[in-house]
């Protein structure tokens, strides 16, 4: 795609292009026409973002002479849900979606992950397209295909592995993005430095005015470089057998954090939290330089985020949702703890006291 920065996420035949380009928007329908995915498509999208962006989707994908539909849902994460997914699937069939039709996700992980949920079952399978506008879509929940809806026991409980044909990142809409819903993106931004890549955590330190600035080319560099890294560890490990789990880097306390709030704080804030907590156990345990911890904490609280549990938030409950978090095996809490900035380990053997030092110092 013309002046777009393309990379690929590699998963065999079922491989897929990532364009990012401030921009690409209204470029869409002209290359899913060249693309053997569908000739008719519905797009799904949230009323805000289908308020914003809809019509240039539109008009680009009829110009293009794709024959589309677009269905909205209200915004917000209390639309994950399974009665919406219901609606929507009947929706789809009242509309006469057949399956050599596809499915486009406009919009933040909620609409992405939705939506692939619904191209993952609906008629057994029907291809999708993500175009992610929030940053936290843009760099994490568009590419490597977890999909799902929450339930009221849990978020993300029931879903599946379901990847895109092609991911449109157009860093055009981030204009629009609420301030704090940009910041939530940019603690999973950060993440990736911290797990994987030293040079781009540099990266984040010396460019945190250009970046809240959102300079289009160096917002456009950043995005690439936490695409390229999800890219490769999904291609390594789509069903998070093993390696992808570092991807969890300050979601275990993190989403505890978060649920605890009752989503007050959210997601990407809960995140940056989780990842000093996990910082600290790590520096607990002779894992890491206190000195390395310290960075990522300066570098946390220099993109405007908190690094620190709300004294209000009650300590047991947050233990409460760590006991029954997803991502732990056989009843022990797996953690990802920094051994440095740009490695990580995984191990469920933090005990008790170790959590609740860092709980209760955190507070
Ligand atoms: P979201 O989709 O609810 O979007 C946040 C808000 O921003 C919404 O109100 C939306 O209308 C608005 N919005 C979106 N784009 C906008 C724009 N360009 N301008 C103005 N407003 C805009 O939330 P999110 O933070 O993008 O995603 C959170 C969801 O993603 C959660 O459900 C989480 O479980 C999921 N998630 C999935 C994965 C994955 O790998 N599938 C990874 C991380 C998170
Ligand atoms: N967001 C974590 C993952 O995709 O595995």
Redesign the pocket.
């Known amino acids: 795609m013309k002046n777009s920065q393309t990379l690929q996420v590699g998963l065999g035949d079922r491989s897929y292009p990532i364009f990012i380009a401030d921009g690409v928007m209204a470029e869409i329908g002209a290359d899913l026409a060249t693309r053997d995915i569908a000739t008719r498509y519905a797009v799904i999208s949230?009323d805000?973002?289908a308020a914003?962006y809809g019509s240039t989707l539109m008009r680009s994908l009829e110009k293009a002479g794709l024959q589309a539909e677009l269905i909205t849902f209200p915004?917000?994460?209390a639309s994950?849900n399974l009665q919406l997914f219901a609606d929507l699937c009947s929706k789809l069939a009242q509309i006469g979606l057949d399956r050599k039709c596809g499915l486009i996700a406009l919009?933040?992980?909620?609409?992405?992950?939705l939506t692939g949920f619904l191209a993952a079952t609906y008629q057994r399978g029907i291809p999708f397209v993500q175009v992610p506008?929030?940053l936290?879509?843009q760099v994490?929940?568009s590419v490597?295909g977890?999909?799902g809806v929450d339930i009221p026991e849990g978020?993300?409980l029931v879903g599946a592995f379901y990847q895109p044909k092609a991911v449109y990142i157009d860093t055009a809409?981030?204009l629009?993005?609420?301030r704090t819903?940009l910041l939530?993106g940019l603690g999973e931004v950060i993440k990736y430095g911290v797990i994987r890549d030293p040079d781009f955590f540099v990266f984040l330190e010396r460019e945190i005015d250009t970046i809240l600035g959102l300079q289009p080319p160096v917002i456009q560099k950043m995005i690439h470089h936490c695409c390229r890294i999800k890219a490769e560890v999904v291609a390594a490990d789509e069903r998070e057998a093993d390696l992808r789990r570092i991807l969890n880097f300050g979601h275990t306390i993190g989403h505890a954090v978060e649920a605890a709030s009752d989503f007050s704080i959210i997601?990407g804030h809960a995140v940056a939290i989780g990842m000093v907590a996990a910082l600290r156990l790590a520096v607990a345990d002779g894992l890491c330089k206190k000195q390395d911890a310290g960075r990522v904490a300066a570098l946390i609280n220099a993109y405007g985020l908190p690094t620190e549990i709300p004294a209000e938030l009650d300590r047991i409950r947050i233990k409460g949702y760590l006991k029954i978090d997803k991502k732990s095996i056989g009843g022990r809490v797996a953690y990802v703890l920094p051994t440095g900035i740009g490695e990580v380990l995984i191990t469920d053997e933090v005990s008790e006291a170790q959590v609740d030092a860092v709980l209760n110092r955190l507070g």
């Open positions: 949230d805000q973002v914003l915004h917000g994460e994950k919009g933040g992980g909620v609409t992405g992950d506008t929030t936290l879509a994490d929940s490597g977890k999909t978020k993300n809409v981030l629009t993005l609420p819903e939530g997601h």
